[in-house]
């Protein structure tokens, strides 16, 4: 992680971006782009998870990081919860709801994987101090 300089080259905030990608392609279509509530909350939970992902980044510990990255993951769940209002009132058809919730989950266990070296690198620094 030390030879990361900008939230970009982090390959959760990468996934993050795909998914938001994704999500933006597949409710700009159909009866999906004209139920407004449903569209712009799941856009925002997808969004939310990049956003958190690069404002964690910025922040001065791993801790907060880690914070911050807990809520990102968090946004990745209400993602899959809203894909499925989108597959039971047929906006997307199983094939790509699977897809959608593939990627969501991938992005969600790289974010895991991230929370979990930045707390073993908190706990090596405190174990460390004495």
Known sequence: MASIKRFEELESWKGARAL????Y???SNGRFSRDL??????????ISMMANIAEGFSRRSNREFAQFLFVAKASAAETQSHLYVALDRDYVSQKKFEDLYALTDRCARQVSALISYLL???RMKTQQTP
């Open 20 to 23: 938001v990608q994704e999500i």
């Open 25 to 27: 392609t597949v409710s």
């Open 37 to 46: 509530i449903l569209r712009d909350q799941i856009r925002r939970a997808a």
């Open 120 to 122: 073993g690198k908190e």
